[in-house]
């Protein structure tokens, strides 16, 4: 049982669009399209914003947006804004748990 | 509007056992969905815990599998978590959250501190 790998840091400046990669394994985000993001911000809890690989929760900007090939899924922000500043986290299912990944820094410049 | 609020000590000694309660309001935890504990260390990333279906049943991450029991209170719409045998790698703000489908929490507690210290 190992994290899944995602980027320390990304950043980007206003209006860019970013990309963050979260890479598993066969067993995990390669064989599920059970893949969420959560952004969190300091002192905060972690918010749903993508589910299912690519799906959106009512009330996310359709400025985010997900996807997956093989064993690596990304998340991509599109015309970046200051409130996007946040750590980022990836989470797949495994066959009979959850794995996170350690995380992603998003700085907007 | 789902609310989930955890509760317990904010510390505990080397080797005893770490308790916390998520109380939940707005929706009935017998109703559906699984309910889980995801933690994270101070400067690091979520590591999920556990979860436990509304039936009761319950799945564990492998490495914590052997120290982790989830519980839920129907009667209290509330759900519980004992970790045991804690270490200071168990320091962590501990969250409860809705589970919707697997891996997807969609509601989340505010968090709370543990410190695992003598």
């Known amino acids: 049982q190992s994290a899944l790998t995602q980027p320390a840091s990304v950043s980007g400046s206003p209006g860019q669009s970013i990309t963050i990669s979260c890479t598993g394994t066969?067993?995990?985000?390669?064989?599920?399209?059970?893949v969420s993001w959560y952004q969190q911000h300091p002192g905060k809890a972690p918010k749903l914003m993508i589910y299912e690989v690519s799906k959106r929760p009512s009330g996310v900007s359709n400025r985010f947006s997900g996807s997956k090939s093989g064993n690596t899924a990304s998340l991509t922000i599109s015309g970046l804004q200051a409130e996007d500043e946040a750590d980022y986290s990836c989470c797949s299912y495994a066959g009979d748990y959850l794995v996170f990944g350690g995380g992603t820094k998003l700085t907007v410049l | 509007q789902v609310q989930l609020q955890e509760s317990g000590p904010g510390l505990v000694k080397p080797s005893e056992t770490l308790s916390l309660t998520c109380a939940v309001s707005g929706y009935s935890i017998s109703s559906g969905y699984y309910w889980g504990w995801i933690r994270q260390p101070p400067g690091k990333g979520l590591e999920w815990i556990g979860s436990?279906?509304?039936?009761?049943?319950?799945y564990y991450s492998p490495s914590l599998k052997s120290r982790v029991t989830i519980s839920g209170d129907t009667s209290r719409n509330q759900f519980s978590l004992k970790l045991s045998s804690v270490t200071a790698a168990d320091t962590a703000v501990y969250y409860c959250a809705r589970e919707i489908g697997y891996g997807t929490h969609d509601y989340w507690g505010q968090g709370t501190l543990v410190t695992v210290s003598s």
């Open positions: 436990i279906y509304h039936s009761g049943s319950t």
């Open positions: 066969s067993s995990d985000v390669g064989s599920y399209n059970l």
